[in-house]
């Protein structure tokens, strides 16, 4: 194939049928479509509803007649997202993506790090692919922080805001990973191996502060009493990403490496399956751990109470069968698969657990009053759970669109899929 060189850069000259218009592109142009329709079922309630709505509010600041229909909106049996009825399936997932995509980041960064050859060897489509999830996340979280007044982000910033702290986070994050990306592709290899070290510790403090602050995000929200009892949040976050990047890492192996590394294959799948052994061992560990610390209404709740199904399921899916597998696959590439979507699903679902857990039963009775007066509020009495909307449920699955595209189309340019060299 034709190429152009830039900065040492080979860039793939592919037509545009090729480029847009392949098989992984099509399957991404389905669920995009489905993730766009989404968007508009959700603008439609959030901006078009017949009661009042953010945009109302925008236009008529103050006004009596509007903060009575807001309240309806919010309190009462119409509008988006209500107090009973919180969206929570745009935190789930995006917390899914980010945190798995920057765990397989930060993953390829420790393997460079031990100097891992097989990982060297196919750390850029890895890290591309992390890189991807991350781009899904954002897209996510995009609809729901409401992209209309994204900008006010930029002309008001507010450094004390966990969500505000995102905004510099990602706009250096993204960037960063794309020069370690070209450090793994370029042709200029000598001086790539002279910045590359640092560049990769640099990836080490970076992936940590970006859980660090996340974790900040969920510990600040203070009627939101389950989060905020976690301890070590940021170990929790870490742990729990990569039981979930290995997992996809094993599953993106087995459709990209498995025929270009031939012999190396088994080495790559083994080495995955082995850390899938010790991170689901450390999650384990601190789940263990952690309902020890957490507030024992809470506690009581997932463990016995309307959640313990879905904990159960949980730890099932995320920890025991897939351990079984892995452990007993070494030989057998059907078990460390199964293995492997085993965890995808049970790792998501904990995301489920903590998320709408802390929603379903948030801190109550501080209206009118303000919840910094108090530190703890009287327990939710009934259980509250709202199955997403149908518009929440499609921005998701248009979030797997904006993975597969973004991928695919940086391989096709930059080949990031091949086997390096250096």
């Known amino acids: 194939m034709e190429k152009y060189v830039i900065a040492g850069l080979e860039i793939?000259?592919?037509?545009?049928?090729?480029?847009?218009?392949?098989?992984?592109?099509l399957i991404a142009y389905?669920?995009?479509?489905?993730?766009i329709y989404g968007i508009y079922e959700v603008f439609d309630e959030?901006?078009?509803?017949?009661?009042?709505?953010?945009?109302?509010?925008?236009?008529?600041?103050?006004?009596?007649?509007?903060?009575?229909?807001?309240k309806e909106a919010v309190f009462g049996d119409g509008g988006e997202v209500k107090r009973d009825a919180p969206w929570s399936l745009y935190i789930v997932n995006y917390m899914y993506m980010i945190y798995s995509g920057s765990g397989i980041i930060f993953l390829v960064a420790l393997a460079e790090i031990f100097n891992v050859e097989i990982i060297k060897k196919t750390a850029a489509g890895f890290m591309m692919f992390g890189l991807a999830m991350v781009f899904g996340g954002l897209f996510t979280i995009a609809v729901d922080l409401n992209i209309l007044h994204m900008h006010w982000m930029f002309l008001s910033p507010n450094v004390t805001a966990g969500m505000w702290l995102m905004l510099p986070l990602y706009l250096f994050y993204i960037p960063f990973v794309l020069f370690e990306i070209y450090l793994l592709i370029t042709k200029n290899h000598e001086w790539a191996k002279r910045i590359a070290y640092p560049v990769i510790i640099m990836s080490i403090v970076v992936d940590i502060v970006e859980y660090y602050i996340q974790a900040k995000l969920f510990d600040m929200n203070t009627a939101r009493h389950l989060w905020t009892t976690y301890p070590a949040l940021t170990l929790y976050f870490i742990v729990s990403a990569f039981v979930a990047a290995v997992a996809i890492m094993i599953i993106y192996s087995i459709f990209v490496y498995r025929d270009k590394l031939k012999d190396e294959f088994g080495e790559l799948l083994n080495l995955l399956r082995k850390t899938s052994l010790y991170v689901i061992g450390l999650l384990a560990a601190y789940e263990a751990t952690a309902f020890l610390f957490i507030d024992k209404n809470w506690g009581g709740i997932i463990l016995f109470g309307d959640f313990k199904y879905y904990f159960y399921l949980y730890l099932?899916?995320?920890?025991?069968?897939?351990?079984m597998m892995e452990f007993k696959g070494h030989k057998s590439i059907v078990l460390t698969s199964l293995g492997a979507v085993s965890m995808i699903i049970g790792t998501y679902i904990g995301r489920y657990i903590f998320v709408y857990g802390g929603n379903a039963y948030p801190m109550s009775d501080r209206f009118g009053t303000g919840f910094e007066k108090y530190g703890e509020y009287e327990q939710m009495k009934d259980f509250i759970f709202y199955f997403p909307h149908f518009g929440e449920v499609l921005v998701v699955i248009g979030s797997i669109g904006v993975v597969l595209a973004a991928y695919k189309i940086f391989d096709s340019l930059f080949s990031v899929s091949r086997i390096s060299s250096h």
């Open 30 to 35: 389905i669920l995009l479509a489905l993730g």
């Open 316 to 323: 099932s899916l995320a920890v025991a069968l897939p351990f």
């Open 12 to 25: 793939n000259r592919v037509s545009f049928k090729d480029l847009f218009f392949n098989r992984t592109m």
């Open 46 to 70: 959030r901006y078009f509803m017949l009661t009042a709505n953010a945009h109302d509010a925008a236009l008529n600041p103050g006004s009596r007649d509007v903060a009575i229909a807001m």
